[in-house]
Structures are given as structure tokens and as C-alpha cells.
């Protein structure tokens, strides 16, 4: 059915945004189109490189719809990649073929005078365009997330100028010079304000913010990089579209992830794979309500099965989500993994996880 943007009709993964805990909790995977799928690995050889398949409208729309045909997940999300935005800014990206993305590094404050948010237009307009052709193409019922990359995330991949395993050229440079990497980070943060309201004002219903690698900071650190410019993107995206639900994604943050959440202001949490479910559970909605005046005394918790459970399957991963459905009974809770799906899943294993989801009942 046709949906005109701003017209959809709300589906069961806006419904926990409301207070209301279903039966049947949604489900999302995060990385749900991808190299697990054949389907997707057809498009993305007929599209050439990873980037020409994001800044394609007709094929990045159709590899978002890919695990929506297959599975009907109750959201579907944009198929694009946090590193656009630095790519949009002038740091010009590339995805070598079996090594990931790779940056020409910004060593310093000197570097950023080349980054211009006024370039970002003509890439966003693109991915805005896949944004507008999904709205259309969706299910009335099947919600639309948009995203980005927190303003940490995105800048410890700009420094590195690759993914490194402990984002050491970032927090050097933090370290080293604050003021300087505090104005990559506001340029990071102005530009992603920008980029989320492009989506959705093309049509996107809920948006999440992936801060994969707050996990890396010490408190003080993860205050300056991962809660304030967080919080700053929450507040500008809730002064222009109070309506549109926000989760944030602070992976690794351990028991940072409570302060994390009564700061930013953020409606949703994603929990990564080693947040235990009795925190997400009881300990969330207790501490909430003791550390009281956010408003938000009930957030979404999302999460958070170990995506190699999903590879594994059979009664290990059964046993697993019945765990996690049976903890989170009664809460406002949306099915996810604990990180994206790895490429070596079976689809088939995502079918049964599916099914055993929507089996599932509150008992
Ligand atoms: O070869 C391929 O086809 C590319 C693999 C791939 C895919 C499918 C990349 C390269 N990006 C994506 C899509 C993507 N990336 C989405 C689309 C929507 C979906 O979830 O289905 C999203 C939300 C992302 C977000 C993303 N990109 C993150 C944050 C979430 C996370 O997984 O931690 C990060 C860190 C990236 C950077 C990135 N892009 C691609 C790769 C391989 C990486 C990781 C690099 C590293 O190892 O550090």
C-alpha cells in the first residue's frame, strides 16, 4: 500500500514508544539487509561498490526491503552507513574490497578547515530520496528507522581514517588537545542534527543513534564525547519533531548506560550483547524511577541476543530468547540483537528467531 510521507499509519514498533508493552514484543535486527542474505550480495555485485549501492535510491531502497519481503520485521531500516557523513563533509570514503572503510585520516585541528557542512546537501538528498522511496514502498504497517553515527562513533573512524580496535588515535587527540577535537566533534554533531532531519522530514517514524565504540572511553571522557554531544542531537531533533522517538545505541557502556539514558533524554535504549537482561529489566525501570525527574520514567529497552547465537541456532539460541522474552514481560520492549547480524548467518536461523518471537506470549 502506498503511504504518503507523514500519512503512515503507526505500526507495533511505535507502540512501546507509548507506554504500551504488547503481548508480543517487535522485532528489528540491527543489520538486517546484508551479506547474509544472498539476495543482497546479488544487488550489491551488480551495483559495484558498497558506496554506489548507498548513494543509489531505487537499489538502496531495495536492499532495505530485502529482509522486510523475507521476514516481515516490524521496521525496516535505511540502508546506508553512518560514514556518509564524513564522506558528505569532503572526507572522501572508500570500502576496499575485505577491509572495510577507509578515511585519509584527520591528524589535527588544521585538517578541519577542508570539512564543509554546506557540501553535505547533494549526498543527503540522495539518501533522503531512498528515504521517500521506502515510505512509499513499506507496509502501512512496518515503521521506517532512520539513523546516524553518534558524533564519537563517526569521529574515532574520521582520526583512524579505518575501524581500529581500540580507537586510540581519537582519544590521543582528545587528550592531547581538547578544544580542538571538541570542534571535530560539534561539526559532527551540527551535520547529524542536519542529516536525521533530512530523514525524517522524508519519511523516517523512529531514529537511532549508534554509538558503537562508547565502550572505549573512561567516565569523564565518555561525559565529554558520548553524553553531551548525544544530548545536544536529542534536543535539536525534539525542539523541530518532538514525535519521532530516538534510541541510542551506547555500546560497551556498561553501567554508564543508566547515566547515559537520564542525560541524553533519549526513549529508547539499545542494550549491546554483554548488558545482562536483569539490568535491562528491573534494574532500568527501578533506578529510573529513583533518579526521577527526566520524564522518563519508563524507556524502551531494546536488545540484545548475541548475534552469534543467531549463527549457531537450534536450543541454544531458543533457549536464549526465551530467557530474554520471558525477562522483559510486561515492559516496553523491542526484540534486537546485541550488535549487527555477521555475514556467515543463516537465513534460515533468522526465520525461526522470528517465529519464535511472534509465538511468544506474556504468560
Ligand atoms: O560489503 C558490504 O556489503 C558492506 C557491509 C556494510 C553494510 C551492510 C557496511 C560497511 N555498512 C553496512 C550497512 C549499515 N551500516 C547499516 C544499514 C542498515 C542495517 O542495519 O541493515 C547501518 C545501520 C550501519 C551502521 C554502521 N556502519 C556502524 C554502527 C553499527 C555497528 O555495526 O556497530 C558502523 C560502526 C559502521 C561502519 C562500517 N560500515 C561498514 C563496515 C564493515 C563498518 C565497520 C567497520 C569496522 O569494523 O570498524
Known amino acids: 500500500m502506498a503511504v504518503k510521507p507523514g500519512t503512515a499509519p503507526k505500526g507495533r514498533l511505535l507502540q512501546p514508544f507509548a507506554g504500551q508493552s504488547l503481548a508480543t514484543p517487535p522485532i528489528w535486527l540491527m543489520r538486517q539487509a546484508g551479506r547474509y542474505l544472498p539476495e543482497y550480495r546479488a544487488v550489491r555485485a551488480k551495483a559495484g561498490g558498497f558506496l554506489d549501492l548507498v548513494y543509489n535510491p531505487a537499489l538502496a ?77 513499506l507496509p502501512s504497517e512496518t515503521a521506517l528507522i532512520g539513523f546516524c553515527g553518534a558524533p564519537w562513533t ?89 514525535d519521532v522517538p530516538i534510541v541510542g545505541f551506547p555500546r560497551g557502556a556498561g553501567g554508564a548506560a543508566l547515566w547515559y539514558v537520564t542525560e541524553t533524554g533519549v526513549d529508547g535504549l539499545g542494550c549491546d550483547t554483554a548488558m545482562p537482561p536483569y539490568m535491562m529489566g528491573e534494574a532500568f525501570d527501578g533506578e529510573l524511577r529513583t533518579f526521577g525527574p527526566t520524564g522518563k520514567e519508563k524507556i524502551v529497552i531494546q536488545g540484545n541476543l548475541d548475534p552469534l547465537l543467531l549463527v549457531v541456532g537450534g536450543p541454544a539460541m531458543e533457549e536464549r530468547v526465551t530467557e530474554i522474552l520471558d525477562l522483559m514481560a510486561g515492559k516496553p520492549f523491542i526484540f534486537n540483537l546485541g550488535h549487527g547480524i555477521v555475514p556467515q548467518t543463516p537465513p534460515e536461523n533468522v526465520a525461526r528467531l522470528v517465529e519464535l518471537v511472534r509465538a511468544w506470549k506474556a504468560g
Open 154 to 242: 563517526v569521529a574515532t573512524y574520521m582520526v583512524e581514517g579505518k575501524g581500529s580496535k581500540d580507537q586510540a588515535a581519537a582519544r590521543l587527540w582528545a587528550y592531547r588537545d581538547r578544544d580542538g577535537f571538541q570542534k571535530l566533534i560539534d561539526l559532527l554533531v551540527e551535520v547529524s542534527i542536519d542529516y536525521l532531519t533530512c530523514q525524517v522530514e522524508a519519511g523516517a517514524d523512529v531514529l537511532q543513534i549508534f554509538d558503537t565504540w562508547a565502550g572505549s572511553l573512561p567516565d569523564d571522557e565518555f561525559d565529554r564525547w558520548v553524553v553531551e554531544p548525544t544530548k545536544a542531537i536529542v534536543a535539536a531533533m525534539k525542539e523541530k519533531h518532538p
Open 61 to 137: 531502497a531495495d536492499v532495505t526491503l530485502q529482509p522486510i519481503r523475507r521476514y516481515g520485521f516490524d521496521a525496516a531500516i535505511l540502508f546506508s552507513d553512518i560514514l556518509v557523513v564524513p564522506d558528505a563533509l569532503g572526507q572522501p570514503l572508500r570500502f576496499a574490497e575485505g577491509e572495510g572503510p577507509l578515511l585519509e585520516p584527520i591528524g589535527d585541528v588544521k585538517n578541519l578547515s577542508r570539512l564543509r557542512a554546506s557540501a553535505t546537501r547533494p549526498k543527503f538528498q540522495l539518501v533522503a530520496e531512498t528515504v521517500q522511496r521506502l515510505r512509499q514502498d
